[in-house]
């Protein structure tokens, strides 16, 4: 990855002219290289970190494992378009293993989760399981510490 991308990635709301001093390149050649970035599609899109149970104790997030078959015609990718157009989706993803698709939802209780799980999901025709695990404490999001706690460096003192 490229030095521009990486500082990007790290934090998106640095100025063009904050990362031309970091890089020793002019602030043209910043914007000219994120505006090619952008077009190519190597950036989509610029986005914030949120603690989800700063803002609401009771958020549940889940990672949803699904089976499905694959389409004739197009495999894997109708069947996750398809997914990833509902609003509570986050993230679609194909994965090896023993499950094929990985879908990230977050809902305000478990409630609202397990009936889109029963209702949308597990509706569609080519999903024949699904496997729902509920986020119990995140600490890491997109290489960001998102964990308020503390962490004593002093280590354990024993007798």
């Not at 998106?12 to 952008?38: P, T």
């Not at 994965?95 to 990230?104: E, K, L, P, R």
């Amino acid at each position: 990855m490229d030095a521009l991308l990486k500082l990007l990635k790290g934090n998106a709301r640095l100025s063009n002219s904050e990362l031309a001093v970091m890089l020793n390149c002019s602030e043209k050649e910043i914007a000219d290289q994120i505006s090619r970035y952008e077009s190519e599609g190597i950036i989509k899109g610029y986005t914030s970190i949120i603690d989800e149970a700063a803002v609401d104790p009771n958020a549940v997030t889940a990672l949803i494992e699904l089976k499905v078959t694959p389409q004739s015609q197009s495999g894997y990718d109708e069947i996750a378009r398809e997914i990833a157009e509902y609003e509570e989706v986050e993230s679609v993803r194909l994965m090896s293993g023993a499950y094929d698709i990985i879908v990230s939802v977050t809902g305000s209780n478990i409630r609202e989760i397990s009936q889109f799980v029963s209702a949308r999901l597990a509706a569609i025709d080519a999903v024949t399981s699904t496997a729902t695990h509920f986020q119990l404490k995140a600490y890491k999001e997109n290489g960001i510490a998102i964990t308020d706690e503390q962490t004593d460096e002093r280590g354990m003192i024993s007798p």
